[in-house]
């Protein structure tokens, strides 16, 4: 599988008060990088939630396993990694990686679901997005 890599640099807004990044915003560095591996596809959230209704389609966390390893701290500059582990029917697995330079930060397995963007329930994938994810 390819990787996708999206460079981040940690600002203040990302810190605690002792300049580490806080535990939560290694969430939305991988969520960052998930959406614009989507974009780098071609596919556009926004025009997911509004397609017709074979493509439309919002994603959601359904399960989350996240390790923390090292702490990277104010000014450092970080790369998220991210692959995709598995497609199924009505979700996709990504493994997702923060780096400082070789160093692994925070490593997780993250499972999203496709839900239907009027119904809210659980949809298959269209063969469209699951032939990009593959």
């Not at 966390?61 to 598995?86: F, S």
Request: glycine share 6%; charged share 25%; proline share 3%.
């Amino acid at each position: 599988m390819q990787t996708f890599t999206l460079p981040i640099r940690v600002y203040w807004e990302d810190t605690d008060a002792g300049g580490i990044v806080y535990h939560a915003n290694y969430l939305r560095f991988m969520e960052r990088a998930r959406t614009e591996w989507l974009r780098a596809l071609g596919v556009g959230q926004n025009q997911l939630a509004q397609a017709d209704a074979e493509e439309a389609a919002l994603f959601v966390v359904a399960d989350m396993q996240i390790r923390y390893r090292q702490a990277a701290q104010l000014d450092d500059e970080l790369v998220v990694k991210t692959e995709v582990q598995a497609v199924r029917g009505a979700s996709v697995t990504f493994l997702q990686g923060v780096y400082k330079g070789e160093t692994l930060c925070c490593e997780a397995t993250v499972r999203v679901g496709v839900i239907d963007p009027v119904s809210r329930r659980p949809k298959a994938l269209s063969p469209r997005l699951k032939a990009a994810f593959s």
